[in-house]
Structure formats: structure tokens, C-alpha cells
């Protein structure tokens, strides 16, 4: 498989930026409301909150891709002369996996016993595992700070199981993490497949194919347990489904659906983006992480809830140094070595006028200034000459 060559821009640090800003509210809606924090009152079950989440984020996000009138991107197929989208296979893949993260995470800060920040730290370092994995697989380069990362990521975790006796981790919420787990199993190796290395059209189209598949997933889990399952669950279910309108449950459910679909859309374009999967999915963990601690906070300050405790902001802070070491710091050399470059041009242009046309260094002795630059330019070019050996 040919790989096209990566472009860097800054539009993926604006898209992190978002991810981050619309988490907090999300992260935080989802864990007050849960847990009997919101209003003082009795923990809502996750199951009568997701309905409403489930439908406000399939319209939030099908009505972003209908403003944005990229409909045109994806495929569609034709019966009876009736047009309808009609997704690849691993869209469809993609879609699903995408459907059983985001019923998966909101689940994941309904636990009693689990914080935001042990939440987080669990999906992320799974996620953060995984990523070098699947660059490697699809042969993308894995570099040094790739594999610092996952050993870091790794030390996270065993610092987050340091003081288990903390926590109340069941099984359910070991296997709501393993659900999560499969749902990025599921999406980003069919991202990678055929949307990251493509034109931006490519990535449209790819977009609003999953999401549609994703939507629609989305909406139908929560309808058909509720109308067809039973137990406790599926009465909840109901519950939530018969109360969509009901100002104490409905409203919530609807603002966490709203963020959740914001989110979504930046996450989406992040993973997108041309980037090695390490670099992209370092930048989602540290943004959630660091929103995540932000928005554990604002419930200890505005909700009397408790604070972080110390193994949960130590294995919070080594993931972020891993992330440090995985995106941004990494680029430093990079960086610098543009600079050199950038000055080394200048120069050269400069000599180069100089050169040409000695007489115009105001006060220069032409002969000297043109022995003089003869040697400065070829030491330019021979500066310039082994930058480019070097990139190549």
C-alpha cells in the first residue's frame, strides 16, 4: 500500500482545542447526574438518560453534515429510482465501532465508585496502546517517542490499579472498558485503510458515511431494548423513552448529546487527519485528560464532590507526559531544523543579490565584498545541501 505523503497544519490543534472545551460539560453532565450530584438529588440510571443523549447527538451531528451540505460525499444507491446512502463495508464497520464508544464512555461515568479521571485514564491508555499497534500493522513509521509513550501509558496504568482498594471497579465496568475498547478495534483500522491518506474529499465522504451508519446505531439500541427487552434495563430504557420531554431527565440527556456530538465531529477529524495514528490520538487522550481534570474539579467546587485523589492525578500526569513526549515535543527538532533552513534561504538570497551586484552593499569594496561573498554563498549552499541529504 502506497502511502501518500503526510501534510502538517495548525487546524488539528484548533480541532483539539474544541474536543477539549466541549468534553468538559459533557464529562462532567454525564458523572453529576449519575451520581445523584446534580440538583442534590437520587442518581438518575444511565439507561433513562440515554435515549434523549442518543437522539440529541444523531440530530446534532446529521444536522451539522446537512448545514454543511456535505450529503453530496457520500455514496448512495438507488432503488425504484429512490436515492439512499449506501455506506462501504468498513464504514459500516467503522460506524458500528463509532456507535459502541459513545454509548460505551457515557456508560463509563455511570459506575459508582469510578471517577472521571479513573475513567479516563483507563480508555485512554487502552487507546493509546492500541494506536502505534495499528500504525505498525498498516506499516506507517512508529518512532521512538511512539513506543516512550506506551511504556509511560503502561506505568499509568499500573500507578491507577496501585490503590484499586480506592475504587469500586466491578465487572460491569471492566466490560463497558473492553466494549470501548472494541469500538476503537473497529474504527480506526478501517480509518486508516482507506480516509487518512487520501484528499480532504476522501475524508468528507468517509465522515458522513459513518456517521450515518453511526447515527442510526446510536438511536436504534436504546429503541430496541426499550421496546422489546426485559429486566430492569429495558424498563429503564422505557422509562427514558416515555420522558424524552420530561424537564428533570430529558433536559440533561439532551445537553449531554448536544456536547457529546460536538465532540464527536472534532475527535472525528482529528483521527482524519494524514498524521500516524500515535500523533492523533495522542493529542484526543491529553485533551480529555486535561478536561477531564478540569471538569472533576468544578464538581468538587460547585457539587461537593470528592476530590481527585493522588494515584488518580499521578497516572493522569504520566499519561500527559507521554503525550507530551508522543506530539508536541517530539516536533521541536523539526521545528528548529525549519528554522535553519528558513535563515539559511535568507542568507542565501542575500549573498546572492550581493554577489550578483556587489556595488550594492552602500560603502563596500567591490572586489573584497565579492571575494568575501563567493565564500559565504558557497558555504550557504553546501549548509542547505546537507539539510536536504538529511530530510531525504
Not at 77 to 89: E, I
Not at 134 to 157: E, K, N
Request: proline letters at 5%; aromatic letters at 10%; hydrophobic letters at 50%.
Amino acid at each position: 500500500m502506497v502511502l501518500t505523503k503526510r501534510k502538517y497544519g495548525l487546524g488539528i490543534w484548533a480541532l483539539t482545542f474544541g474536543y477539549f472545551a466541549a468534553y468538559i460539560p459533557y464529562s462532567g453532565l454525564s458523572k453529576a447526574v449519575t451520581s445523584g450530584l446534580l440538583n442534590q438529588g437520587p442518581p438518575v440510571p444511565v439507561a433513562e438518560v440515554l435515549p434523549s443523549a442518543a437522539l440529541s447527538t444523531a440530530a446534532v451531528v446529521l444536522l451539522f453534515i446537512t448545514l454543511m451540505r456535505w450529503w453530496r460525499y457520500g455514496r448512495k444507491g438507488s432503488v425504484y429510482g429512490l436515492k439512499f446512502p449506501f455506506p462501504r463495508q468498513q464504514t459500516i464497520i467503522s460506524g458500528i465501532g463509532f456507535a459502541t464508544i459513545i454509548l460505551t464512555t457515557t456508560l463509563a461515568y455511570s459506575f459508582s465508585g469510578v471517577s472521571i479521571i479513573l475513567a479516563l485514564v483507563l480508555m485512554r491508555a487502552g487507546v493509546l496502546v492500541m494506536s502505534p499497534i495499528i500504525d505498525r500493522v498498516f506499516g506507517r513509521q512508529v518512532r521512538w517517542f511512539s513506543w516512550s509513550g506506551l511504556l509511560i501509558s503502561l506505568a499509568a496504568l499500573a500507578v491507577s490499579f496501585s490503590s484499586i482498594r480506592s475504587y469500586t471497579l466491578s465487572l460491569s465496568a471492566l466490560l463497558n472498558l473492553a466494549a470501548y475498547l472494541t469500538g476503537h478495534a473497529m474504527r480506526i483500522p478501517s480509518m486508516t485503510r482507506i480516509a487518512k491518506t487520501g484528499p480532504r474529499d476522501i475524508a468528507f465522504n468517509y465522515f458522513v458515511e459513518e456517521q450515518t451508519v453511526a447515527m442510526t446505531v446510536l438511536v436504534l439500541v436504546p429503541v430496541t431494548l426499550g421496546l422489546v427487552g426485559r429486566g430492569e434495563i429495558a424498563h429503564q430504557f422505557r422509562y427514558g423513552l416515555t420522558h424524552l420531554f420530561t424537564p428533570s431527565i430529558a433536559s440533561v440527556g439532551w445537553a449531554i448529546g448536544f456536547f457529546y456530538a460536538a465532540l464527536g465531529i472534532f475527535l472525528s477529524f482529528i483521527y482524519l487527519d494524514r498524521r500516524e495514528n500515535t500523533f492523533c490520538m495522542s493529542l484526543f487522550a491529553c485533551s480529555s485528560l486535561l478536561s477531564g481534570i478540569v471538569a472533576s474539579y468544578l464538581l468538587m467546587w460547585w457539587m461537593n464532590a470528592p476530590a481527585p485523589n493522588a494515584a488518580q492525578l499521578t497516572a493522569a500526569l504520566l499519561i500527559i507526559a507521554a503525550l507530551l513526549i508522543m506530539s508536541p515535543l517530539h516536533h521541536l527538532p523539526m521545528y528548529a531544523k525549519q528554522l535553519r533552513d528558513a535563515l539559511a534561504e535568507k542568507r542565501l538570497r542575500l549573498v546572492t543579490l550581493v554577489h550578483e551586484n556587489p556595488r550594492s552593499v552602500p560603502g563596500a569594496d567591490a572586489p573584497l565584498a565579492a571575494s568575501i561573498v563567493t565564500i559565504d554563498l558557497n558555504s550557504v549552499r553546501n549548509i542547505l545541501d546537507g539539510h536536504k541529504r538529511n530530510r531525504g
